[in-house]
């Protein structure tokens, strides 16, 4: 497994800004037990990592699959160095496809926090900005962070995703494994 790197801003219930506070979010999404919101959805988290595209050797941090900007990073360090201050924010760790259960996978000062369906070209949650697929999960098959815990759930949304809307871009997606820092950031 490929281990990539990112930051991402926090919505919660402090969240106001941009028009979406968090109360207009949840009563939109009718996701109620939410706690906050742990996704990679660029939209909800921003991503507060900003590589310098002129320059050569960011492209070599810049983790990229087919042509699309995941918003992920090669290095840890890398992550810092371009990162956007915020006084809080999500460190995260993930594993795009993951080949096995990563609930189990002990990395220093992080937890897992779940399994995040971003689209086709990384940049919207399935899960948490489509306005709900109902005939392929509920709000109760997510966490208290918009994700999901459990691996074979995960791939089993994902396929169930494109088999009921083969039509919608934000329907095939990506399964990512997510594991968020205990203390940077927080």
Known sequence: MTFLYTARGTYDKTYDEDGMSWDKYIEWSKLTHLTELVSLDGMLNEILVEPDYDNADDWNFIYVVEQYLTGFFVTLDFVFKRLQAKDKFNLLTVVLEPDQDCKNINIDDYEFVGYDLLDQDFSISALTNCGGFDETFLPTDLNDKGLIDDYIKAYDIKKR?????????HADTNVIAVWRHKTIGR
């Open 161 to 169: 995703l494109l088999e009921n809307n083969p039509d919608e871009h």
